[in-house]
């Protein structure tokens, strides 16, 4: 009986999460800093799609990657002095995508 049991949760929990399964798209590309006009590659950059759960941080080499099912994103990228950079982008099933993004240092004040 144990083992029937068993057998029935396994094939259960097979069939759930096999079902759940989304097809993602691949975003990629890398973060750049603007230091005197040079594209120099930022390590730990926030990357963050708006209203999700879905985000990570540069590399040492600045590249990232997210894995992101077909819709319609705004993926911010940022980190800490740099003004933010929006991007809007579609994501289309099984359609990877590659970007370059520069952020430039964020030298004006806060203001309340």
Known sequence: ????VLLFF???SVTVFGSN???KSKISGVVYENVRG???PLSLANIQCKGT???TFSEKTGDF???LPEGKYTVTF???GYKPVKKELKIKKNKNLYLEV???ENTGFAQN
Not at 1 to 4: C, E, G, I, L
Request: charged letters at 30%; a negative charge.
């Open 1 to 4: 009986m144990k083992t029937t």
């Open 10 to 12: 396994i094939l259960f």
């Open 21 to 23: 399964k989304q097809e």
């Open 38 to 40: 040079y594209k120099i």
């Open 53 to 55: 759960t879905i985000g």
């Open 65 to 67: 990657e997210l894995d």
């Open 78 to 80: 940022s980190f800490a």
């Open 102 to 104: 520069t952020l430039e």
